[in-house]
């Protein structure tokens, strides 16, 4: 059922995108009521173990259902927020939203085998911003099993000021949260820099995913997995859409994917769902 979602589905812009230009004073007003009037929601997107093929956790990403256009993707309203500065309180309201919910499944499921939420970390949270206290304040708010709150960070961020990024994300982990490196590959970090951020985790571009029958890319994979393992990181692959994505992956020693072949980002009363389901088959 992957395919009728075409490759180019995430990058199909809206017509609020192409007329941007001159929208986009009248969006970034519009975002600075956003959260007050509850229009920033949270989807979230399963992550598959490839051995067992259980969801080990969630991804959350977030939307924004604007009165006029409808619900609009990151791509068409983060690049405002980021450099209005509001990204600050909406990336502290994902966090702790995605906190909130994943204590709620947790509690819900029991705690064997927590499952995990990972929320996405902006430039300015981590580098202009002390989101340390963030973080601090919503583990203090929400009950979650140690180390299964997790921050996602692109390599393209990090390599901004890679000295201070390694401070930052060091405190991170002391705080119990866990952190995965994003779109691996698309960035320009140097192989040897991995060694010096503290990541539990390497999340592939779907770029290096994606099998286009080329032959390359297992090829570049097999070697992002080897390195991953030997500096003591698991990986997840991004975008599989296909069964025969999930087969090379699984064969090639990820321990993870996500993509549309096991779900497009979800509400959480949908997660729950699928949860229940998954337990239910355990028992039988
Ligand atoms: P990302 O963190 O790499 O998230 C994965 C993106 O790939 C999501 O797009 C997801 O819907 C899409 N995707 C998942 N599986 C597949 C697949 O099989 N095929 C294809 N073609 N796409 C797939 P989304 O939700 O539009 O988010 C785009 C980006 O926006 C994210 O990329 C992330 O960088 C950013 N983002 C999302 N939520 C937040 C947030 O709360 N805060 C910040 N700072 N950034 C966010
Ligand atoms: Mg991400
Ligand atoms: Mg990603
Ligand atoms: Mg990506």
């Not at 939203?97 to 029991?110: K, T």
């Not at 929400?142 to 000295?163: A, I, Q, Y």
């Amino acid at each position: 059922h992957a395919k009728r979602f075409g490759p180019d589905r995430v990058e199909a812009f809206k017509p609020v995108m192409r007329t941007m230009g001159g929208d986009r004073l009248a969006l970034e007003s519009d975002l600075r009521r956003a959260l007050e009037r509850e229009e920033i929601k949270l989807v979230f997107q399963p992550i598959m173990r490839l051995d067992n093929k259980r969801i080990a956790g969630f991804e959350a990403l977030v939307r924004w259902d604007h009165p006029r256009h409808g619900r609009l993707n990151p791509q068409e309203f983060l690049s405002i927020a980021e450099e209005s500065g509001m990204i600050v309180e909406i990336g502290l309201f994902v966090m702790d939203r995605a906190a909130r919910q994943l204590g709620a499944w947790q509690r819900a499921m029991g705690v064997h085998l927590p499952i995990f939420a990972s929320v996405n970390v902006s430039s300015r949270q981590l580098l202009r911003h002390d989101l340390i206290n963030d973080i601090r304040a919503v583990l203090d708010r929400n009950e979650v099993v140690p180390g299964t709150l997790k921050l996602e960070v692109t390599e393209s961020l990090v390599m901004e000021n890679p000295e201070y990024a390694a401070q930052v994300l060091e405190r991170v982990r002391e705080l119990g949260a866990g952190l995965a490196l994003d779109d691996f590959g698309t960035g320009y970090s140097s192989l040897s820099y991995l060694q010096r951020f503290p990541f539990d985790t390497i999340k592939v571009d779907r770029s290096f995913v994606r099998h286009n029958g080329s032959g390359t890319r297992p090829v570049i994979l097999r070697s992002i997995v080897a390195l991953a393992h030997d500096l003591g990181m698991e990986v997840v692959a991004e975008g599989a859409e296909t069964d025969e994505d999930a087969i090379e992956l699984y064969a090639l020693g990820c321990e993870y994917a996500q993509g549309f072949l096991f779900g497009e980002p979800m509400s959480a009363e949908e997660c729950r769902h699928l949860l229940a389901r998954q337990s239910a088959m355990m028992r039988h």
